[in-house]
């Protein structure tokens, strides 16, 4: 049996800038049987180290712009997809929710007469977007999902995923508790409305300006280019210049030097499938504070040091965001309490279980 993976990433890095990339990425480390990538350059996929993967990277030579780059990906996986021997036995899809992908997809499975499995980790909020998708994973063999909460809202859409498979996380192998605080707070995610950075930039502009705390904000993700104009003029428009320094996407080194120089993480997100950066910033010992999203019940369960308010709630948001603050010494020892629910060996095996069942 072989397998035939389609993916792409935003801009041009190979790092994970989200929590969909991780997932497949280890996902892919565990593959049984031989598997092929495609993916847009530079591929994250390449660094794994498992014989049964090999990795095709397209767009090596050209430059995407956001309005084109997923028409042309879309071009490019076609055109790879069809020079490959042997033809794949199944596709899979590890980001269904992006209908470039979805589309080609549905494309080989017609022309191949092969299997067709989507895992959708999100529910896409462009309109028209959604409606092609709905379409598309009528093709599907199996659909997979991350939660109950994420199944029941994508059935509200038309898409009915047929297994829920969550998230795994590993144990953080080295310490990141000693390393000197230098901001009092984190955010990580992409800089979009969905994952609430629109909130963060206004929550902040109550904590420094309408509350006068001295407060410092370092923020990893994405910003993407329709997004970045809006987010410099609200940053002079508030006057949070001095308060907020943004890395952009770093590599998982920096990323947990940047955690670790940070009291709390804020994270408010309004639209998760499972929420790896809260499990990323307990895990090392940082209390949370988000919006709450019925996915946490599922994926984080309880904990002292993970705070939820109301979602849109920005005012009670900047008062936990103080309160935890003070209390954020006894917090960090309750963070470090808390464990995942999984594993990736397990979420792994699962997973290609789903996706090639003997």
Not at 206 to 221: E, R
Not at 333 to 352: C, F, N, Q
């Amino acid at each position: 049996m072989t397998i035939l993976a389609l993916c792409w990433h935003p801009g041009k890095t190979n790092i994970q800038t989200a929590g969909g990339f991780k997932r497949f990425y280890e996902v892919l480390k565990h593959a049984p049987c031989p598997v092929t990538v495609l993916d847009k350059y530079p591929s994250i996929y390449s660094q794994i180290n498992n014989p049964r993967v090999t990795v095709i990277e397209y767009g090596r030579n050209r430059e995407f712009t956001w309005i084109t780059d997923r028409f042309v990906s879309a071009c490019y996986l076609l055109l790879q997809a069809f020079r490959l021997r042997p033809r794949p036995s199944v596709i899979y899809v590890p980001f269904s929710e992006l209908p470039h992908l979805s589309f080609v997809a549905v494309i080989l499975k017609l022309a191949f007469h092969c299997r067709l499995v989507f895992c959708n980790l999100n529910i896409n909020r462009i309109y028209t977007d959604r409606l092609a998708n709905v379409f598309f994973h009528l093709f599907a063999d199996e659909i997979i999902t991350l939660s109950k909460p994420l199944q029941n809202d994508l059935a509200k859409t038309g898409i009915f995923a047929t297994y829920v498979n969550g998230v795994g996380y590993a144990p953080r192998t080295t310490s990141i508790r000693h390393i000197k605080k230098l901001y009092d707070a984190i955010f990580i995610g992409r800089h979009t409305q969905e994952k609430g950075f629109k909130d963060m930039l206004e929550i902040w502009d109550i904590l420094v300006n309408q509350c006068s705390h001295k407060l410092k904000l370092v923020t990893i993700g994405d910003i993407p280019l329709v997004s970045k104009k809006g987010i410099d003029a609200t940053i002079r428009r508030l006057d949070l210049g001095n308060t907020i320094n943004f890395c952009g996407n770093v590599s998982d080194d920096q990323k947990n030097l940047l955690i670790g120089q940070s009291k709390i993480c804020v994270f408010p997100s309004y639209f998760e499938g499972w929420g790896i950066v809260p499990m990323e910033c307990l895990s090392a010992g940082l209390p949370v504070v988000a919006y709450n999203l019925p996915v946490y019940r599922e994926s984080i369960s309880s904990s002292k040091a993970f705070r939820v308010v109301p979602l849109g709630d920005k005012e009670r948001f900047a008062s936990e965001v103080i309160s935890v603050l003070k209390h954020y010494l006894q917090l960090s020892r309750e963070a470090l309490k808390w464990e995942p629910a999984y594993t990736w060996d397990a979420i792994s095996h699962k997973e290609w279980k789903l996706i090639c069942p003997s």
